[in-house]
């Protein structure tokens, strides 16, 4: 079993940056790809960004590529996602996953554990 935590939700500007953080428990962590997805009000679930467990590996929807960078740090147990430049667009509750395989999934489906999420509110 995983426990997800996830912090960092705020409102800011449009153009602005934020980070969120995501502190998993349980299972150990580094064996696990971990991802970041957000869903807005009537819209679907949808992938954000993943990285495997040795951070080498990484995974953007086109959406955030250029703008978002997801990281993590085994040592915390945590994985981060870098947000700059947001747009009002980015507005979302984001979700952090984790999966037990290895593999780079971009489908909600694909991921075993969910954190509650955090909102994230960008003002134009």
């Known amino acids: 079993q995983v426990q997800l935590v996830e912090s960092g939700r705020g409102l800011v500007q449009a153009g602005g940056s934020l980070r969120l953080s995501c502190a998993a428990s349980?299972?150990?962590?580094?064996?696990?790809?971990m991802g970041w997805f957000r869903q807005a009000p009537g819209k679907e679930r949808e992938f954000v960004a993943a990285?495997?467990?040795?951070?080498?590996?990484?995974r953007y929807a086109d959406s955030v590529k250029g703008r978002f960078t997801i990281s993590r740090d085994n040592a915390k147990n945590t994985v981060y996602l870098q947000m700059n430049s947001l747009k009002p667009e980015d507005t979302a509750a984001y979700y952090c996953?984790?999966?037990?395989?290895?593999?780079?999934?971009?489908?909600?489906?694909?991921?075993?554990?969910w954190g509650q999420g955090t909102q994230v509110t960008v003002s134009s």
């Open positions: 990285i495997s467990w040795r951070g080498s590996g990484t």
């Open positions: 349980g299972r150990t962590f580094s064996t696990n790809v």
């Open positions: 996953a984790a999966k037990l395989s290895t593999v780079l999934g971009v489908l909600a489906a694909q991921y075993d554990y």
